[in-house]
């Protein structure tokens, strides 16, 4: 479980990482990070209706996007506030192609 502090919570925050935050995607998966700050850095993941109508379809893609986050923590840098988009088709991946695809577009922001 990713930690209350690490995670991105308030409406002013997300604002500012749709104005000021750079962008990239790859694949099914698209991220927006703006600095923050602060000595750590927080994530929100977004898993809209158009992904899948079943609840415990979208959540479960959000656990998995969360742990990948929670086990990779070291290697991200800090001091950003991250919003995590995912695309239909994403729930055709699976866990190790998430997470892959998470690694190359944290790389190509420079976030890793």
Known sequence: M????YRLK??????NVRKRGR???????????AKNG??????AF????KISKSAVKRN???????EIIRLNLNKI??????VIRTRPGSLDL???GLKSALARVFEKLGLI
């Open 2 to 5: 990713l930690k209350p502090k």
């Open 10 to 15: 308030a409406k002013t925050d997300f604002e």
């Open 23 to 33: 962008g990239a995607s790859v694949g099914k998966i698209a991220v927006k990070s």
């Open 38 to 43: 602060l000595e750590y850095s927080r994530f």
């Open 46 to 49: 977004v898993v809209s209706l």
């Open 60 to 66: 479960r893609l959000r656990r998995q996007m969360r």
């Open 77 to 82: 840098k800090p001091g950003y506030d991250i």
């Open 94 to 96: 699976d866990f190790e």
